[in-house]
Antibody
Framework: QVQLVQSGAEVKKPGASVKVSCMPS????????IHWVRQAPGHGLEWMGL????????TYGRKFQGRVTMTRDTSASTVYMELSSLTSEDTAVYYC???????????????WGQGTLVTVSS | DIVMNQSPDSLAVSLGQRATINCKSS????????????LAWYQQKPGQPPKLLIY???TRESGVPDRFSGSGSGTDFTLTISSLQAEDVAVYHC?????????FGGGTRVEIK
């Protein structure tokens, strides 16, 4: 079955960077875009951007431009999301999620990874 | 950015009764090219990631029980659970995909009365 497995929880100090991985399985890795969405404690969901695993092209949300980098390693069938210059406001659960369609972008998501808690604290 | 507002923030409904969740967007999500509304709904149970329920405002994802239905057009949308079951306790999120950045509502928590 299709699943997305993410790396484990991270604790980072303010100003540091974090890199979260997402390993899809159960389908051809390059067939679907992967999105990243975060959820801060007590807050709603926030879309960060997406990557096309086929060519590596990315689209980032305006709020995260200049601070987020999404990459992929086709040999490892893994996508990565790196967020830099962390502050306490970045404390959240970070999810990767597969786009719904193989025909470009649908921009709704299913399934989602299990989530990775990133805690930013001095 | 398109702002999505959900109401209520939470609601408690008796088992077997109807639950209604509203989602309002700051601009129309109806495309004149496709005549589709670019809105999805997700269910998030405690400790779990969200799960897709509905897209195109009213198309149920495969495997989703038919007690879940979506309606609305333009800027006003509704998710209805026709007969609430215990397993429906969750937070429900709406999401627009009309334009980037993709944005979500703040979520509505559904509990059993």
């Amino acid at each position: 079955q299709v699943q997305l497995v993410q790396s484990g929880a991270e604790v980072k100090k303010p100003g540091a960077s974090v890199k979260v991985s997402c390993m899809p399985s159960g389908y051809i890795f390059t067939d679907y875009y992967i999105h990243w969405v975060r959820q801060a404690p007590g807050h709603g969901l926030e879309w960060m951007g997406l990557i096309d695993p086929r060519g590596g092209s990315t689209t980032y949300g305006r709020k995260f431009q200049g601070r987020v980098t999404m990459t992929r390693d086709t040999s490892a069938s893994t996508v990565y999301m790196e967020l830099s210059s962390l502050t306490s406001e970045d404390t959240a659960v970070y999810y990767c999620a597969r786009d719904w369609t193989t025909r470009g972008r649908a921009d709704w998501f299913d399934p989602w990874g299990q989530g990775t808690l990133v805690t930013v604290s001095s | 950015d398109i702002v999505m507002n959900q109401s209520p923030d939470s609601l408690a409904v008796s088992l077997g009764q109807r639950a209604t969740i509203n989602c309002k967007s700051s601009q129309s999500l109806l495309s004149s090219f496709t005549n589709q509304n670019y809105l999805a709904w997700y269910q998030q149970k405690p400790g779990q990631p969200p799960k897709l329920l509905i897209y195109w405002a009213s198309t149920r994802e495969s495997g989703v029980p038919d007690r879940f239905s979506g309606s609305g057009s333009g800027t006003d949308f509704t998710l209805t659970i026709s007969s609430l079951q215990a397993e429906d306790v969750a937070v429900y999120h709406c999401q627009q995909y009309y334009t980037s950045p993709l944005t979500f509502g703040g979520g509505t928590r559904v509990e059993i009365k």
